[in-house]
């Protein structure tokens, strides 16, 4: 039976099917169907030095075909040419898009791959980071990244687009992104200019290992980033694709990349890849999972969150919101400034952005509030910053483990500890021109975590990100409490937990909360309106308050290691 909230679909590389036995593919496919149900297969024709022929293609796609299956095709833009003899290196084999003869290999692929499917996919390695004479020649005084975004538009459109067209007028071409956008500008990727060029596009969300990996990508990304492309035009980006790489040791973590997929509403979910999947253990749980996730997605509606701003190539403090998002703050990842939030998340990824400030004070004097990193902060002295607040980052740096939260008379109402001492840029203010809301002590000083302003009807906060991102983990609970309350001042909830518990809300007063622990934990739910009731959506069952105060109802969740609640507020 297929799923009903998602279609699931597998990559099947070209260095797996230029030699594979129709026998082994039904062999294969039926260990997925036992645990899948796969609606679709990506047949790649291209990869490297791999070019799978017609006539052993259309064997392949007949047989996936007769099995109900639906076949698109797949290109990886990677090329290896016999004896070619090159004195410059290409990342991963990608093309050099300035060399005639590889751009004629390229428009002859993809040529070919529009001969035998009616829709195809480009894996994520349709980027450039070639630094030949020709590529050097070429960018002239541009800089890499004006050159490739260029570049990249131009030949999208005219080897990629064109080239399919004319071989069949109907073909659907879909770009798939991978999970570094904020490296996208440097090595061509062109989401603001692609995105009206290609049918479709496609999100990886793929972040496997947050800490061992080569990438180091908080798990919040599997979520973020989705949502930040179903924004960039609702309706043309077809799904989430993950893989199982560097997970073997934590199925868990392999099974988080679904959650999240899910959570941010994928219309699809592709595997990648048929090979490294065929007759392993990540496919029974992964059947397990998805039937209980299809299952869930009939409580959950439109994502909403606090809009972060991630403008068009851009980047300055790499998935900072993502490290936030894991500590139970909601995110709605975009790439349009949210002019009719209430509150707008600010980090020093906006810099790119040349209207920013003009942007933040109109904002405010619509009453409206802002939330900004201190990298942020940073990277505008002397730009305009200096007329909403009276903070300063400076050079210096400071280890602390102990905060102080509310100002209280000449004290604060509350001091606590954190599980390590952790570096923070040190900032400073005028006294009584910004406000402190929580600081870090350390000695005989005290240091801004979090500064209150105000300008115009709007109130502007300051956040101040500690020099290694994931220590925001190690920032007590009290802290991440009050933290989380400016963030959700609009949210009729707001949680009490460590670091690594997140929160996904929905437009129907439905919320998941999941913990990214490795151990059991228990939060507690801060229900605003005392007049609501907190229900576990798929139980049925109304939770009880834990503790009655006299402006909130607090309820009391456990949590087991990797695991979520859907949880719903009703009258």
Not at 256 to 281: G, H, M, P, W, Y
């Amino acid at each position: 039976m297929a799923y009903k909230n998602f279609k699931l679909a597998i990559y099947c590389p070209a260095g797996f099917l230029k030699n594979v036995e129709l026998e082994t593919l039904e062999k294969d496919l039926d260990f997925f169907k036992r645990h899948l149900d796969i609606s679709k297969v990506y047949l790649e024709t291209h990869r490297g030095a791999d070019t799978i022929p017609r006539e052993n293609m259309l064997k392949i796609k007949e047989f996936f075909e007769r099995e109900n299956i639906k076949t698109s095709g797949g290109i990886t833009a990677t090329v290896i040419f016999e004896n070619e003899e090159l004195d410059y290196y290409r990342i991963f084999n990608t093309f050099c898009y300035t060399n005639q003869k590889h751009l004629d290999k390229l428009k002859e692929i993809v040529q070919y791959t529009a001969s035998l499917f009616d829709e195809i996919i480009l894996d994520d390695f349709f980027f450039t980071a070639c630094t030949c004479p020709s590529c050097i020649k070429a960018k002239g005084n541009l800089s890499w990244s004006e050159f490739r975004l260029n570049l990249m538009t131009e030949v999208s459109r005219e080897y990629v687009i064109k080239a399919a067209k004319s071989v069949k007028p109907d073909v659907k071409l879909i770009i798939k992104y991978p999970n570094w956008i904020e490296s996208y500008q440097e090595t061509g990727y062109n989401p603001q200019t692609q995105v009206e060029i290609f049918d479709y596009t496609y999100t990886g969300t793929e972040t496997r290992d947050p800490a061992y990996t080569q990438q180091h990508l908080p798990r919040y990304a599997s979520y973020s980033l989705l949502r930040w492309f179903e924004n960039l035009k609702p309706g043309k980006n077809l799904g989430g694709w993950f893989d199982a790489l560097d997970c073997l040791y934590n199925i868990g973590s392999y099974l988080e990349q679904a959650n999240l997929t899910v959570f941010a509403k994928a219309k699809e979910i592709t595997l990648f890849d048929f090979s490294r999947l065929r007759n392993s253990v990540f496919v029974p749980a992964l059947g397990l999972q998805l039937r209980h996730l299809d299952e869930i997605c009939k409580y959950i509606e439109n994502p909403i969150g606090i809009p972060v701003y991630h403008p068009f190539n851009s980047y300055g403090e790499d998935h900072i919101y993502d490290y936030l998002g894991m500590v139970g703050i909601p995110f709605e990842l975009t790439p349009h400034f949210s002019e009719n939030s209430d509150i707008v998340f600010i980090t020093a990824d906006c810099t790119n952005d040349k209207g920013i400030i003009k942007k933040l004070k109109n904002h405010l004097l619509a009453g409206k509030g802002i939330i900004m990193t201190s990298g942020f902060l940073k990277s505008m002295q002397g730009k305009g910053i200096e007329d909403l607040t009276s903070v300063r980052v400076t050079d210096k740096k400071v280890f602390t483990n102990l905060f102080a939260i509310k100002t209280e008379v000449c004290s604060f109402s509350k001091y606590v500890y954190g599980k390590k001492e952790i570096l923070i840029p040190v900032l400073e203010h005028r006294t009584n021109a910004s406000w402190q809301e929580i600081v870090a002590i350390s000695g005989e000083n005290n240091f801004p975590i979090l500064m209150k302003d105000s300008y115009g009807k709007g109130t502007i906060y300051t956040l101040t990100v500690p020099e290694n991102y994931s220590d925001i983990y190690n920032y007590p609970p009290e802290v991440l409490t009050e933290v989380r309350k400016v963030f959700m001042k609009n949210f009729d909830f707001y949680i009490e937990a460590e670091g690594k518990i997140a929160i996904f809300a929905y437009s129907n007063d439905t919320f998941i909360i999941e913990s990214f622990l490795p151990y059991r934990c228990k939060v507690n739910v801060h229900l605003k309106i005392k007049d609501k009731k907190l229900m576990d959506a798929l139980r049925n069952f109304e939770f009880k308050p834990s503790l009655v105060s006299q402006n909130e109802n607090i309820y009391e969740i456990n949590l087991e290691p990797t695991s979520f609640r859907v949880l719903k507020l009703e009258n």
